[in-house]
């Protein structure tokens, strides 16, 4: 699955504190960031009805059902096709198909990582070791 490696550098007091809550999370300082960055998009994006009430359909799923869709290979299928015409775009123009299936796969890949991101965040609410889905990738 591809992986996206991000270096931050945080002063001692925000680390510390990013530490604490890790701790008190059980998880690891990098599982305790991705979750705080999932749960920071704003309340007022608007978003497709339809993946408003997928996203809220969430919440009644079990917690093996969120697993599966934490884990979810589709977005790393989605990423590897985007990544190939990203590639493409930057040695030679895209054909207009090419073009629209660009903007399809990145609607697509968007909507994978938020219902990834939903249910790893419901999960962590519920208690749950999410920490596991960032060493995985």
């Not at 339809?50 to 969430?58: K, P, S, T, Y």
């Not at 979810?72 to 190939?84: D, G, H, M, Q, V």
């Not at 938020?114 to 070791?129: E, N, S, T, V, Y």
Request: aromatic share 2%; hydrophobic share 40%.
């Amino acid at each position: 699955m591809s992986r996206q490696t991000l270096t931050v550098q945080l002063p001692d007091r925000l680390y510390a504190w990013l530490r604490h809550r890790a701790q008190q999370a059980n998880c690891t300082v990098e599982a305790e960031l991705v979750d705080l960055v999932a749960t920071a998009m704003p309340e007022d994006v608007e978003l497709p009805g339809e993946l408003n009430l997928e996203l809220a359909g969430l919440e009644h799923l079990e917690d093996r059902t969120l697993w599966q869709a934490a884990r979810s290979p589709l977005a790393a299928r989605i990423a590897r096709r985007t990544e190939n015409l990203h590639r493409k775009q930057q040695r030679e123009e895209l054909t207009e198909a090419e073009t629209q299936d660009l903007a399809e796969l990145i609607r697509r890949y968007e909507r994978a990582m938020l219902i990834r991101a939903r249910a790893a965040a419901l999960l962590k609410q519920r208690g749950d070791d999410v920490s596991k889905l960032v060493r995985a990738g």
